[in-house]
Each structure stands twice: as structure tokens, then as C-alpha cells.
């Protein structure tokens, strides 16, 4: 989101001339780069649901900088569902009441000293009367509540799509899930929509502007994650109106399935990110939810729920014990070459399937989406390569498959999960790739008459399987 005039202090004359030439009052102008990228750090819920405190989040916070996430840019710390106080609700000026028992020194305590350790501070509310664990919601409060958080030193708005009255329904309500032959949402399904209907008028996304219109207003930079879980088609109107929007239901730390068709294991989130690539960019990012790394998966599947969440741009938010957290884990999250991938200055858009494996490209499925990735950074072109299977196999790079790659050519292959070259190869290249796991690769044109490097034949483990358990 951009910020207001009033806060730019660099304008230059020329601007300034055109602004009096037209009588605008207020310039939006993009002179931080705050939103630009997909948003890391970390968030409550996967870890603590509601039962959440001061001392929790202070916790977490030292643990970021501790353990050397605050400097590979974890840097929001986000408050989920359950601060406020059920109890006194608002208070005699309609803010909303913090539940003191849970955080003595307030919210606004608690940012200054998240802010004292170099890190942000994110809270959550909700565009119904009630979030969705049943605290006070922001509708027809918006203006207040975005003042409060920015009073309070706030930096980060989650804010959810529970509670509202009947009368804030959609008129032609549209949920992702409906798209696939799930049978149990048909049922809700609100007749037919008409051709050309522009979703940006839906009732959800003016109130979603709503409170975007306030946070502006605001002196402090609020990003705002949108969680309206890929209701009222959000991605056709998210880029204008928050830095980043669920795509989907909330994650689970399963690889499939699902629990009531609300929380999804992360082949299911994935397969449905894939549709909707072409909508995230610079300023605006479609939200897979957040992570569930160190939360039950096996390492491997850590790796690649960490490496597709990464390749494809959604935000990083961790959402496991960080004072507990596994040394796999934690590597797993600190692994900078994917998050530098993630957070690429000049390449904006996503990592793209070129094909997708098990099943014929473009096939809707939830246990096996696409298993071959290509994209760009500027670092140079990446492939990433993930095993579906309940076995390890052998995944093999066609250099005549990637768009970038020449088969005619040699390139240097650098494995991301180690941070060293492979080899040099031409035409393809295999790995072997555990069950689960990903391959996550850099290909270099190699350039030199030299005789190209010799392969390293231990790099081909890499991915934590052996030759012999093919
Ligand atoms: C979203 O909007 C920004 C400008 O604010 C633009 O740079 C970016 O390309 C847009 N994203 C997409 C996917 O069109
Ligand atoms: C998903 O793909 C796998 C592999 O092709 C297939 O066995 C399975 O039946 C598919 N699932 C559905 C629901 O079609
Ligand atoms: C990466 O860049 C190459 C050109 O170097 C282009 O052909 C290819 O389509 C790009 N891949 C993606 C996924 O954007």
C-alpha cells in the first residue's frame, strides 16, 4: 500500500508543480518498498491457536533474533485471534479491549519492545461483527480500530472474512472449493452468476476497502493480509486493495486430505495455487496461509512445504514453537537461497510449472499437482523438482523441456538445498529425490572452454536418498 504525502519528505520539485497544477490534495506515492515483497516473519496460530499471551510472542520475538531469522528477514511478528477481551468487548471510546490478563502491558507495551529488538508487530481482526474465534469483529468499526493500531505501533493487519450478518452475504457468493468436484459446498451455491459480473463490487470487497480506505489514512504503514480464504474470486481484486489474500481454507500440517474441508494438508493448497498463478506479483501476493513447518510433517516434506511456499510467493509467516523448534526445521526456514528466490528484488512473479508429471499438465488433483517447476532470479534460472510418491525415484531435468534452457548448451547445476555446484551437464540432468522431497536447482549456462567441472557423484544424494534405494 502506498503511503500519504504527508509522510514523504523527498518529493521532488517537479512532482510538487503538478500537485498545485491540479489541485490533487493528497499523492499516493510507493516510496517504501514495505509490501513490495511477499511479507516474512512469524504468526500465533499454527502454534498456540488462541491460547496466546505476552510472554509467548516476547518468545518468539527473541528466538527470531537469536536464532538468526530477524537478519534473513523474518521480521513481523503477528498476533492472531484471541487478544482482545471478550468480556468488556469495547471500550467507553469503542476501541477494542485488550485482554489485559493476557498482555499486562497492552499492545501497544508489547510493540515497543518487539520494536526495541528491530522487529515488526502485526495484529488480527476480522470485516464481521466477531472474528472467528468469537472476539470483537471491526465492521462498522473500521475507522477506529485501524486508528487504534496504528496509535498502538502496529504494523501488520490480518484480517479475516468471519461473522457478518445476512445482509453482508455476497450477492453472488463464490468460494474456491466450489470450482473443484467437491460435492458438499455445491449445496450452498448461490444459482448462476451473470456473465461479466465484476466481483470487485461484491459486498466483500467493499468491505475489505473499507478498512484498507482507513489503515490509509493512517500515519504508520499497516500492510494488510486479506484472509477471505479465496472467497468473492479476492484475487481479481486483491492487488488493489491489500498487500497479500488467502487463496484458500487454512493450512494443516498433513501432506493430504483434509479436516470438515476447512484445513487443507499442503498438496491440496498447492494444486490450488497453481490456478491462480498469474495473479501474484510486485505489491500483491496470494496467501497459501501459514506455515506449518516443525509442525508434524516429516523433514522432507518440511522442505518442500517451505520450498513451494517460497518458489511461489506466497508470505512466509512461521507458525511452530520456536524455542523448541528441530534442528531440520530450523535449517529448513533459514535456507537462503529460497528465500532469496522468495524475496528477489527484480523477479516478481512466481516459479511456473513447465510440466507437471505424474498427471497430464493442468490436471485438477489434490494428492498429485504439478511435480516440475521453472523460474527466474537473479541469480539465474531455477528448476525445482518434487516427488508426489510415496517412494524415492529418479527426477530428471530435460534441458529441452525448461523455457530458458538449450538443449545445445552446457549449464552448472547448484543444488540449493547444499549451497554447492553438482556439475556441469548437457542435455539433462537426474537426481534422485525422496519421497515427498524436492530438488530445488540453479542452472548456469557454463561458458568457459575449460573443461567443465567434474560431477560430484555424493552431490546426487543430496536430497537425502541414496542411489541404492531406487
Ligand atoms: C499489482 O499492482 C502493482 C502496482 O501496484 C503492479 O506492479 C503489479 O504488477 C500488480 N500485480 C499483478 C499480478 O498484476
Ligand atoms: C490423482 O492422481 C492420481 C495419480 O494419477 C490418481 O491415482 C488419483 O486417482 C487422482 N485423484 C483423483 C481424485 O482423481
Ligand atoms: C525464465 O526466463 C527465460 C528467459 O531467460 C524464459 O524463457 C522463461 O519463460 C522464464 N521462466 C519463467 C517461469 O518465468
Partial sequence: MARTMSRTRKLSAFVA???????????????????????????????F??????????????????????????????IDDGWSDKKIWRDKDNRIAVDY???PDGISGLADKVHAMGLKLGIYSDRGTKTCASYPGSMDYEEIDAKTFSDWGIDYLKYDNCFFPKEEEDEHPWAPEWWSPIQDFNDVRSGPVPAGYDYSTSRSAER?????????????MIQFGMCNWG??????????????????????????????????????????????????????????DMLEVGNGLTDAEDRSHFALWAILKSPLLIGTLLDKISPAALKTLK??????????????????????GINPDW??????????????????????????????????????????????KQYT?????????????????????ASHDIACLRLNEYKSERKPAPVRRSALKAVGVSREDL
Fill in 413 to 433: 547445476v547448484h543444488d540449493m538445498w547444499t549451497g554447492k555446484d553438482i556439475g556441469t551437464f548437457g542435455k539433462f540432468f537426474s537426481m534422485a529425490v
Fill in 335 to 356: 535456507n537462503k537461497e529460497l528465500i532469496a528466490f522468495n524475496q528477489d528484488p527484480v523477479f516478481g512473479g512466481p516459479a511456473r510449472p513447465y510440466k507437471w
Fill in 231 to 288: 472467497h468473492a474470486r479476492v484475487e481479481r481484486w486483491g492487488n488493489q486493495t491489500g498487500q497479500s489474500w488467502r487463496m484458500w481454507g487454512d493450512i494443516q500440517p498433513t501432506w493430504t486430505g483434509n479436516s470438515d474441508f476447512i484445513r487443507w494438508g499442503i498438496m491440496p493448497i498447492l494444486n490450488h495455487a497453481l490456478f491462480y498463478l498469474d495473479y501474484t506479483n510486485f505489491w500483491g501476493h496470494g496467501d497459501m
Fill in 208 to 220: 475489505y476497502r473499507m478498512m484498507r480506505d482507513a489503515l490509509k489514512k493512517q500515519e504508520r
Fill in 101 to 103: 490478563k493476557k498482555f
Fill in 49 to 78: 491457536l488462541e491460547k496466546i499471551n505476552e510472554e509467548k510472542f516476547l518468545t518468539a520475538a527473541r528466538e527470531i533474533v537469536d536464532l538468526g531469522l530477524r537478519d534473513l528477514g523474518y521480521t513481523y511478528v503477528n
Fill in 17 to 47: 508543480t503538478v500537485l498545485a497544477a491540479t489541485g490533487a490534495q493528497c499523492l499516493e506515492i510507493e516510496n517504501t518498498n514495505e509490501g513490495r515483497l511477499p511479507a516474512m516473519g512469524f504468526n500465533s496460530w499454527n502454534a
Fill in 363 to 408: 490436471t485438477w488433483n489434490q494428492t498429485h499437482p504439478a511435480e516440475f517447476y521453472s523460474g527466474n532470479s537473479t541469480l539465474g534460472l531455477h528448476v525445482f523438482m518434487l516427488n508426489t510418491l510415496d517412494h524415492a525415484t529418479l527426477k530428471r531435468v530435460d534441458f529441452a523441456e525448461v523455457p530458458g534452457l538449450d538443449p545445445a
